[in-house]
């Protein structure tokens, strides 16, 4: 494999696209959909859409199947910045649009730490 | 809304993140699940695998749900370069796989053109 990322493209099609892990595990093992990301995610995409955010050259807010980072679930991602989220409630799903989709500054608090994968 | 956007981390956790839309409608209305978009995700993630690419620092095949660009369907993207592909077969899917998230180099021929949206 290449050991350098290429640079995003200058205009990606969308400025930020939000993935929503909303993976659903029934085999007892942990898994984002235990923690509410389905609602997260609704109000997540309402949000966006009532600010005005979503479209091309905006903000899309996405589904997703397990992003294998399940030991920091619930977990979001924000591309093309790579900026990686967990969140407990609808409250820091709001400071995310606010803060980092509306207002470009990620939500420092809010960033999986690292090291966190499956 | 910012109208910049924040640069990627440095040292992003999967140095390629691959979501292909794997949306199916039942309306009538074209998806990418109409285009063997699930066997071309299945086929990616064993490509992946059996290349040594996959896991963090590396590449992530991921399954997502619509991406909203149908027009150019079925679609995928790769982020954090934010580069969009359609492909129509897995010999597609195979040059994606081993000039891109192996070897760095974009797909030019399988790139979605700009302007295509839902």
């Known amino acids: 494999m290449s ?3 290429t640079p995003p493209a200058p205009s990606p099609y969308y400025q930020r696209h939000v993935f929503f892990c909303l993976n659903q595990r029934d085999n ?6 235990d923690f509410n990301a389905q ?27 397990c992003l294998d980072r399940c030991a920091a679930g619930p977990v979001a ?5 790579a900026v990686w989220y967990t969140y407990l ?4 799903i709001d400071e995310i649009v606010e803060s980092h989709l509306k207002g470009g500054q990620p939500v420092e ?3 999986v730490p690292p090291h966190l994968g499956r």
Chains 1, 2 share one sequence.
Not at 28 to 33: L, V
Not at 44 to 56: D, H, I, P, S, T
Request: with cysteine; net charge positive; charged share 35%.
């Open 3 to 5: 050991t350098s990322t």
């Open 28 to 33: 007892g093992e942990r898994s984002c959909g």
């Open 39 to 65: 609602a997260a995610f609704d109000h997540c995409k309402k949000r966006v859409k009532a600010e005005g955010l979503a479209g091309a050259g905006k903000v899309r807010v996405n589904k997703a199947g």
């Open 77 to 81: 991602v924000v591309y093309p910045e």
């Open 89 to 92: 409630d609808l409250t820091d």
């Open 109 to 111: 608090r809010l960033r």
